[in-house]
């Protein structure tokens, strides 16, 4: 059997943070969650999770994943380091298995990159093999060091290297494949002689080669997979190639991205064909943008359904579905629980809020659309106000279908205008609406003539 430990019992203490280090998220999604996915789409039949600090929340964050969890006793009193993790699931490793060691700091780990280094591990008949790359700067990194003929001789950590070792440029990724018998007996030599006094799991491989086992190492193709993060700087490189990585995805998919630098796709979204993203944008969570659709500079749409053929310029939707052919913007706002049909135009400067909206409707500048029912080709004129609130509670306007609601007016919910019901311009509609019918509920215009002269 294939099995994965994956550590992440670990402080952090260098995020600074109140945050468990693996809960940050790298593109919209926490740390660990890659190792994890990493790790299942390489086959591994069990994935034990090593966790200690900040257990509580990790193991609610993931109580839907198929992972087994493993405590590491935290405190004053308890050893300390990856190798002590390592030991935690020591009655997990049954002899005949491989066992596959993952850091859940390094959230840029593939798949692809795993089944290569258990390969590798399995043709060159190893005991243990470690999965390295070269590092143009490996400070903090442990490196290997190897001797004359190549062979790796043992993993030195940064604080306890000489100055001569720290010029190594091949680092130690954490990430390793052993056979679990030969890793059971050498996880019970390891001990806490070093800079820092901690168990570490790197000295698995000297104790094996002192014992004449076979020890390897697996050079990987793209260094870039193997950076952790101990930091926030790190967590920023991680976020900027991960960001890479998805843009690069939906490019080769057939999404034209203007600017890939500064769009922020989260992992999750979902783009249609031919659909082109303009700078400054970001789609996060469960969106899903259809065909053809045009997503301008400076949007943020989060977990909303876009249609096909959509127009989006310089807004934020939220929690929302927008239909074929819309067009959104520039400068306006859906709020969660928005339902538009198709052929709609949502222009500058108006909200929606809560409110389903039919075919081909239009509020093309500024209105506040809250808790409503719109039906089809309603036009909602300028400055239209849909008052929903009276301090205390919210009520819902129904606007039926081909009405006409005049610039400048305020429907005072709860109130229906019937189909094809035309409210004058400035009106304050409390009442109902007939259908077909025009209501003019504003102030009759006085002029009196020669005013201005008298006044003076
Ligand atoms: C470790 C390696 C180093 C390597 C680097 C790669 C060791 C001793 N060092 O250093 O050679 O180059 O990763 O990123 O292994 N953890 C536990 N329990 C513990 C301590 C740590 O679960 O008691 C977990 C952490 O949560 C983390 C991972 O192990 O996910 C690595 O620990 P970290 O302290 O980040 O090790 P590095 O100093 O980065
Ligand atoms: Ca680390």
Redesign the pocket.
């Known amino acids: 059997m294939n099995i994965s430990i ?7 203490t ?1 995020m600074n943070s109140n945050v468990p ?2 809960l940050h998220k790298v593109c919209g999604r926490p740390i ?1 969650e890659y190792v994890i996915d990493a790790s299942k789409n390489a086959n591994l039949e069990k994935n034990y999770v ?4 900040g257990e509580k929340e990790i193991k609610e964050k993931f109580k839907d994943h198929d992972i087994i969890f493993k405590t ?1 006793p ?1 405190g004053k009193n308890y ?7 390592v030991m935690q699931a020591i009655d997990y490793i049954e002899d005949n298995s491989n066992v596959i060691i993952l ?4 959230p840029l780990i593939t798949d692809k990159t795993i089944l290569k280094l258990m390969e590798y591990h399995k043709k060159n008949k190893n005991n243990g093999t470690v999965l390295t790359a070269f590092l143009d700067d ?1 400070t ?4 290997i060091v190897r001797d004359e003929k190549g062979h790796i001789l043992k ?4 604080k306890d290297a000489t100055e001569e070792e720290k010029k190594l440029k091949e ?5 390793y494949c052993f056979n679990g018998k030969d890793l059971k007996s050498a996880l019970k030599k390891i001990d806490n002689n070093n800079a ?1 006094g ?6 698995v491989i000297t104790i094996l080669k002192e014992k004449g086992n076979r020890v390897g190492a697996y050079i990987i193709d793209d260094p870039r997979e ?5 930091s926030r700087i790190q967590l920023a490189f991680c976020e900027k190639i991960m960001r890479e990585r998805i843009n690069h995805k939906h490019m080769l998919e057939g999404i034209t991205i203007i600017n890939p630098e500064n769009t922020y796709i989260e992992s999750s979204v979902i783009i249609g064909k031919d659909s082109i993203i303009y700078p400054g944008t970001i789609l996060t969570g469960d969106t899903i943008v259809g065909e053809d659709c045009i997503i301008g500079e400076n949007s943020r749409i989060e977990n909303s359904k876009i249609g096909n053929k959509v127009e989006i310029y310089s807004s934020t939707i939220t929690e929302s579905k927008v239909g074929d052919r819309c067009t959104i913007g520039p400068y306006a706002h859906l709020r969660p629980n928005c339902n538009l049909g198709k052929d709609i135009k949502i222009g500058n400067f108006v909200e929606v809020k809560n409110s389903t909206i039919g075919d081909g409707s239009k509020a093309s500048h500024l209105a506040y659309i809250g808790d409503a029912d719109v039906g089809e080709g309603v036009n909602i004129g300028c400055g239209v106000i849909f008052v929903n609130y009276n301090g205390h509670s919210k009520f819902r306007t129904v606007v039926e279908d081909n009405a006409f609601i005049g610039s400048n007016s305020n429907l005072i919910a709860p109130v229906i205008v019937r189909k094809r019901g035309y409210v004058a311009a400035g009106s304050t509609i409390t009442d109902e609406v007939s259908e077909g019918s025009l209501s003019i509920a504003r102030a009759r215009q006085v002029n009196k003539d020669g005013w201005v002269d008298k006044k003076r």
Do not use: F, M
């Not at 994956?6 to 952090?12: Q, V």
């Not at 903090?140 to 490196?143: S, V």
């Not at 901690?198 to 000295?203: P, V």
């Open positions: 994956i550590l992440a019992a670990g402080e952090g260098r280090k693996v660990l090593i966790v200690g600090h590491q935290i050893p300390y380091g990856t190798g002590y993790a850091y859940g700091d390094t490996p903090g990194y442990g490196r993993i030195v950590e940064d680092t130690n990724s954490g990430i820092q901690e168990y570490y799991i790197t000295d193997i950076h952790g993060i101990n």
